[in-house]
């Protein structure tokens, strides 16, 4: 986005042969802008406000000349489904497959929560399903949806938020604990969550660079991720007497056979964290 500092303006200019005869003119970067109105009071709010902004330290658009935070409250109508399908489609052919995948499960998790105060899906697995595998899939957008899946993304393009609610702390935080829970309610992993999080403020870190916001909604919000117990099922864990057995088969195979024995014993018996 061409944004400069270098405003100038002008006084206002009357053309009374005009339907609209009082016109304010400035330049941004050299570059002349107008508009016209119909009264000399409103043109005379108009250029003030405009100075207000410049004197304030804001940009102004070279080519279409408002100043930022005008552009900011026109981006902020755009809807948080929309600002997310965008995304999608922009960073899509540079993401790998498996970041594709946490991104399309990230804003499948997120987006079912930043809806209008009161709505809510009737069915929100056939809605997970749909942003999942469609909405933030850009490779299944060469087909159409199914009708059920169509239901379920219109619904959403009716209730999902503006973006401008994001810049209220209530609805950052809704946001964020969905990220925490499986669709069954349930606590999801701390990493699945830290994961959701991430994608999340990386949409919202583009927003800022394209001009949605001055800085990144969730800078400075206070919110701590809830704990997680997670349990191991002892049904998963082998006992002392199979770990032998599996060392022994270990051993027995060719080559590295040994060595892998070796390392498998140590974290086993040292109880080492594998992911660690």
């Known amino acids: 986005m061409a944004m400069s500092y270098n405003v100038r303006f002008w006084e206002i200019r009357e053309r009374p042969d005009r339907r609209k005869p009082f016109q304010i003119r400035w330049t941004v970067n050299g570059r002349e802008k107008s508009e016209s109105f119909i009264a000399f009071a409103l043109a005379d709010s108009r250029r003030a406000k405009l100075m207000t902004a410049a004197r304030e330290g804001e940009p102004f658009h070279e080519h279409t000349g408002p100043p930022a935070s005008e552009l900011r409250a026109i981006k902020q109508r755009t809807t948080w489904y929309d600002l997310a399908h965008e995304y999608i489609e922009q960073r899509w052919e540079r993401t790998p497959g498996n970041t594709r995948r946490t991104l399309a499960d990230a804003f499948a998790t997120v987006t079912p929560a930043l809806v209008r105060p009161g709505a809510a899906y009737s069915d929100p697995r056939v809605l997970r399903r749909a942003l999942y595998s469609?909405?933030?899939?850009?490779?299944?957008?060469?087909?159409?949806?199914?009708?059920?899946?169509?239901?379920?993304?219109?619904?959403?393009?009716?209730?999902?938020?503006?973006?401008?609610?994001?810049?209220?702390?209530?609805?950052?935080?809704?946001?964020?604990?969905?990220?925490?829970?499986?669709?069954?309610?349930?606590?999801?992993?701390?990493?699945?969550?830290?994961?959701?999080?991430?994608?999340?403020?990386?949409?919202?870190?583009?927003?800022?660079?394209?001009?949605?916001?001055?800085?990144?909604?969730?800078?400075?919000?206070?919110?701590?991720a809830p704990a997680v117990s997670e349990e191991v099922d002892p049904a998963a864990v082998p006992n002392p007497a199979q770990v032998l057995r599996l060392l022994e088969a270990v051993a027995r195979q060719r080559g590295r056979g040994p060595h892998l024995e070796a390392f498998f014993g140590c974290m086993y018996f040292a109880a080492i964290d594998p992911k660690r």
């Open 134 to 224: 469609w909405a933030f899939n850009k490779k299944a957008w060469q087909c159409e949806p199914t009708e059920e899946w169509l239901h379920a993304l219109d619904w959403m393009k009716r209730n999902s938020l503006p973006v401008s609610a994001l810049a209220e702390a209530d609805v950052l935080r809704r946001a964020l604990d969905a990220t925490c829970r499986k669709l069954d309610g349930k606590a999801a992993a701390a990493k699945t969550a830290r994961r959701k999080r991430a994608a999340f403020n990386e949409a919202l870190n583009t927003a800022v660079e394209k001009g949605y916001f001055a800085e990144n909604p969730l800078k400075g919000l206070r919110w701590q």
